[in-house]
């Protein structure tokens, strides 16, 4: 009983897992935080480190 309880909680999860892939919340605007020279995270409206990517955040 308890085995078969578990292997529903994880087939659940697998279930989930692969819808959260498909559609991941926030995706886009994740991807307008990154500096489009380097690939790292902007945090703030400062510009990046690097000296590529404008200020302050797009979206």
Do not use: E, N, T
């Not at 279930?15 to 380097?38: D, H, S, T, W």
């Amino acid at each position: 009983m308890i085995v078969k309880g578990a292997f529903l909680l994880l087939a659940f999860m697998a279930v989930l897992a692969i819808f959260g892939r498909l559609r991941y919340p926030g995706r886009q605007r994740l991807q307008a935080m990154k500096c489009p020279r380097c690939g790292r995270y902007r945090i703030g409206r400062s510009a990046c480190d690097c000296g590529g990517g404008s200020s302050g955040r797009r979206g």
